[in-house]
């Protein structure tokens, strides 16, 4: 057991840490340099790791705790989280007033008008100032539990600021800035998958991820609006309340407002209606609410909402125009996407002169035709889409669209396989895949060469210097200052990244290859299981569909993709020019001691995080995952186990408590 000194110590730590997550998450101030953070974090990190049994719930290096999990435990609602009655108007509005005073005559009413974000539903309970749940509203009765993934949310403090209430449950929105969705999708479209249609969709997906290190990945963030209940605080107005929540340290939209009458109520909505798309993020309406809690009690609720609250929705932004032509881009993997390209009107603040179409069937799904007048929408979305053609308006000399049976980029035949809705270019020197696998190659998370965005990229495809990412390491200063706006140092300065970029982890450049299906997780799963790419490269598609995080889709593609001659030789280039393809040392086991064994985590472990014990388990050469089977060798259960632990015995796999996994490491060691 540590001394006091050192419990008090790591305390005071995690005090400053929280102090600067506070000031920077919800009041954008920021206290200290990145450098200056990260220094204090790694040394509570090791502070943690020296004396485990120090380590609190609360502790700022549990926001990425926990392994990836198959299945969210359910998560009951007690009061349950009703969902709150839509109008699209202010006769609407004024009915809903009406009802409330027709429940209390005599009653005078007050309101709180807030911004209804456009975002999901969750719910955050507090035990003694400490968060030990969040889930989100499933059917209002039951939802996910999803604790592990709102811990990774910076801010959603894991300890309440103040005099906290015993028990404090607090309701919510976790939402997505548009500018973490922009670059959510522009990840997304480098990997070439589906964009999300909108911040909400992106956010919803983000909080359903398996893997919270993922999850920290997205930059989600939360408004609380509302509690459920609060033992220990009495509040007798819901500005009361939201007042409360910020000296506790939860994070309010500061832009409600307290209306003394209905009037002022409707001005308020109005005057958000014009300033929207001024905002960081999105909303889709205005939430009026009774202020007195005493009125929202009496007035009670209906089977699915409440009274004392009526959501006043924004009507859906659209627009008609002409459909002038459908194109078809070329992605990174070769897949053919028909883009609209229409004649420009102005929608949300912004001017809509494209919007995809996603592929041929959702075409011929809604009868789009080229000439057509068509609807666009933005309904509180980012990426606009078509609704579909103003029938009434056909002329009869619209075209169908038909998929080409060339690749409109290079001119090779294109490919629909069997069951798949995409059509592919399987030519590999299709100039516009070469010109986005380099933006790929060179992005972040790969291999990181900086200067090569797109339009550098271009010009070396276009300029026939570079048929392929490895090319790049055969490039000159001399080439170089012969493209556009490529001054001599800035020449100098793409080159020494570029040579930089050799140094790499072997997983990242995994991931840089571009392999389909192939994102920086599993890239990482790989590079710990394989020495080098020659190792990874010659591996048999039924030994990688034999490992847990990859399957048989993944492994399938990994093989296809290096049976590829013209693969083979960009491997063998990368080589030549020197770039490291074998794994680093970071990487790199400690030791094979628990080799070939397979290990599950479930339940709360008090010494380690479950990413710390899964790194544990692999960097001592096994395998951590997230679901038990036939060949799991080791469940380890901390408190609270899951089903994990019932599917374990059933199955007759050994299970450890967490002093026999400590036990298990160190003799191993």
């Not at 300033?275 to 939430?287: A, H, K, S």
């Amino acid at each position: 057991m540590a001394d006091r000194g050192i419990r008090d110590g790591m305390e005071k730590l995690r005090e400053r840490i929280r102090e600067y997550d506070r000031l920077y998450y919800l009041e954008a101030k920021s206290a200290v340099s990145d450098a200056e953070y990260d220094r204090l974090m790694r040394e509570l990190i090791d502070l943690e790791a020296a004396h485990p049994d120090l380590v609190t719930l609360d502790s700022p290096t549990r926001r990425v705790g926990g392994a990836p999990t198959k299945k969210f435990p359910p998560a009951k609602h007690d009061p349950p989280m009703l969902s709150l009655d839509n109008t699209y108007s202010e006769a609407s509005v004024r009915e809903w007033d009406a009802r409330c005073r027709k429940h209390l005559p005599g009653d005078e009413f007050e309101y709180v008008v807030e911004q209804k974000i456009d975002g999901v539903a969750v719910s955050l309970v507090y035990e003694g100032g400490i968060l030990v749940r969040g889930a989100t509203r499933g059917d209002g009765e039951n939802g996910d539990d999803v604790t592990n993934n709102i811990r990774t949310i910076r801010s959603v403090p894991l300890k309440l600021a103040g005099n906290a209430p015993d028990l404090l449950e607090v309701r919510g929105e976790v939402f997505l800035s548009r500018a973490a969705f922009a670059m959510i999708n522009e990840e997304k479209e480098a990997e070439d998958e589906e964009l999300f249609a909108n911040p909400r969709n992106a956010a919803a997906g983000s909080l359903k991820l398996q893997d919270p290190a993922l999850v920290a990945k997205r930059g989600l963030d939360i408004f609380v609006h509302t509690f459920a209940m609060c033992s220990g605080m009495d509040f007798r107005t819901h500005d009361s309340a939201l007042k409360a929540f910020v000296g506790m340290g939860l994070k309010v939209n500061k832009h409600w407002k307290l209306a003394k009458t209905l009037d002022e109520a409707i001005a308020i909505c109005d005057q958000w209606e014009g300033q929207r798309n001024g905002l960081p993020f999105d909303i889709d309406g205005m939430v009026i609410k009774v202020n007195s809690l005493d009125q929202q009690r009496r007035l009670g609720t209906t089977a699915k909402s409440p009274r004392h609250a009526i959501a006043y929705k924004f009507p859906t932004r659209q627009a008609v125009t002409r459909l002038m032509d459908i194109q078809v881009q070329v992605g990174r993997t070769g897949t053919l996407t028909p883009v609209a390209v229409l004649d420009p009107v102005p929608l949300g603040g912004t001017t809509i002169s494209r919007a995809t179409l996603h592929n041929e069937d959702e075409i011929g799904r809604k009868d789009i035709r080229i000439g057509d007048l068509v609807t666009i929408e933005k309904g509180g979305e980012v990426i606009p889409k078509v609704v579909g053609a103003v029938m009434e308006k056909r002329t009869g000399k619209e075209k169908v669209f038909r998929m080409p049976a060339k690749c409109p980029e290079c001119g090779e035949p294109v490919r629909r396989a069997s069951g798949e809705v995409a059509v592919r270019c399987e030519n590999v020197a299709c100039p516009a895949q070469v010109k986005l696998r380099l933006e790929h190659f060179t992005r972040r998370g790969a291999m990181e060469i900086e200067h090569v965005g797109a339009s550098l990229a271009a010009q070396l495809v276009d300029r026939g210097l570079v048929r392929d990412y490895a090319d790049l390491y055969s490039l000159t200063e001399t080439q170089m200052q012969e493209l556009d706006r490529m001054a001599e140092k800035s020449a100098a300065n793409v080159i020494a990244a570029i040579w930089d970029s050799k140094k790499r982890p072997l997983s990242s450049l995994i991931f840089a290859l571009g392999i389909r299906h192939v994102g920086s997780g599993v890239a990482e799963i790989l590079a710990r299981r394989y020495p080098s790419l020659d190792d990874l490269a010659g591996a048999p598609e039924e030994e990688l569909t034999g490992i847990h995080e990859v399957g048989p889709i993944v492994a399938a593609s990994i093989a296809a993709f290096f049976r590829q001659p013209a693969a083979k030789a960009i491997v063998r280039k990368l080589k030549s020019a020197g770039v490291n393809m074998k794994r680093t040392k970071e990487e790199e086991p400690v030791s094979d001691a628990l080799a070939g064994k397979t290990f599950v985590f479930t339940g709360e472990l008090e010494g380690y995080s479950r990413t710390q014990a899964s790194d544990l388990v692999r960097k001592m050469g096994g395998n951590a995952t997230g679901s038990v089977s036939k060949k799991t060798d080791y469940v380890v259960a901390g408190t609270a186990p899951g089903s994990k632990l019932e599917k374990a015995r059933k199955l007759g796999v050994t299970i450890l408590d967490e002093p026999g996994f400590k036990r298990l490491v160190e003799s191993a060691q």
